[in-house]
């Protein structure tokens, strides 16, 4: 037994995967084969869905298949309404969502459930799909003593997010960047929830309880927390006076030996994450239209200058969402559940993928505790 520890298991390969890949070296993530950027460019979320779970991109007929699917699971069970309506209202909303996942399960036939058959897995990841948006924003209203939303199957998979979020229809341009953004949170890798998901699945424990682990993960601020951290810094240096206030908060917070979040990532630490780039001309034309949001866009520019000449570091995708996702009226609370919605298509091929190839995850320690005590 090798007893090399590796902190964080970084640059530990603990998985072969047919889904996706961080070239890093070339600054590509590559997701089933194709670009994420050029996805994220001219593709839809529900195509990217499909590609991840199906392993192509849908043909028109089944892109429309796919879309009914989507459509004909998105209702909550009367049961999970009731209990969302339930939660103390000091409930996080990602929390909730975690908690809702979990009661979901329970609405799914006990031998299906416990079916890891590639074709089960995927009939039961569509389902989770599909109902993960409407708990989601539904468990955020019900914290919020707000009437539910029900779900619009004849909307597209963000176009109909949204409504729920807003309790109105969203205009385009908000429907196609909020789209872009699901494209780029839909997988990456061995991400920490991924990796949580891959060991839970590992036990052939069912895809629920792979997803909820996923789902505990990615609320961490060094995880998917980070855009709601992020959106929170944005608002805090707005709250000081705005773009001129930036640096001295950043200043201030570095030589507190503090993180900043929305930057730094374990697998390019020092390098670009292209969707923080490709998500920069979403800001600029967000601030093109509104000034406003244009001060918030000059901060955001002054906080990565000074992160790179100050630390060498870049912002990762988590920094422009934080700020987009708030620049477009949605509560704060619900990014790190909107992250988990669209990470749900990667999460979900990794876990099939993970009971196709299945083995346990079980590694070892280097003890440094005492032995020999009596009691
Ligand atoms: C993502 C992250 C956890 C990766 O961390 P890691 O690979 O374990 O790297 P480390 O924590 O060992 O950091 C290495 C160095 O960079 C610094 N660093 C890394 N990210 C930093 C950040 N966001 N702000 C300030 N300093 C940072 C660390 O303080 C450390 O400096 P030191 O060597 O002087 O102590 C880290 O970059 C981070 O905390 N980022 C902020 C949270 C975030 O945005 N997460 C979303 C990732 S997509």
Redesign the pocket.
Known sequence: MSEEIHP?L?DVVAAETQISFLDAEHEQIVVRGYDLIELARSSTYADVAHLLLFDHVPSEEERAAFARQLGDHAHLPEGVADILRRLPSDTVAMDALRSGLSILAGFENAEVLADHSREANLAKAVRILAKSPTLAANAYRALHGQPFVQPNPGLSFAANFLQMIYGRPADAETIAVFDRIMICYADHELANSTFAARIVASTFADIYGAIVAATAALKG???GG?NEAAARMFAEIASRGGPAAAEPYLLER?AAKD????????VY?HRPDPRADLLKADLDAIAARDPDAAAMVQTYEIVVAVMERE?G?HP???LPIGLILSLVGIPIDLFTPIFLCARNAGLLAHVIEQHEHNRLYRPRVVYTGPRDRRL
């Open positions: 964080g970084e601020p060094l995880h980070a570095l993180r900043i979040m929305g930057f730094g990532h374990r630490m630390k570091l990762n995708a988590d």
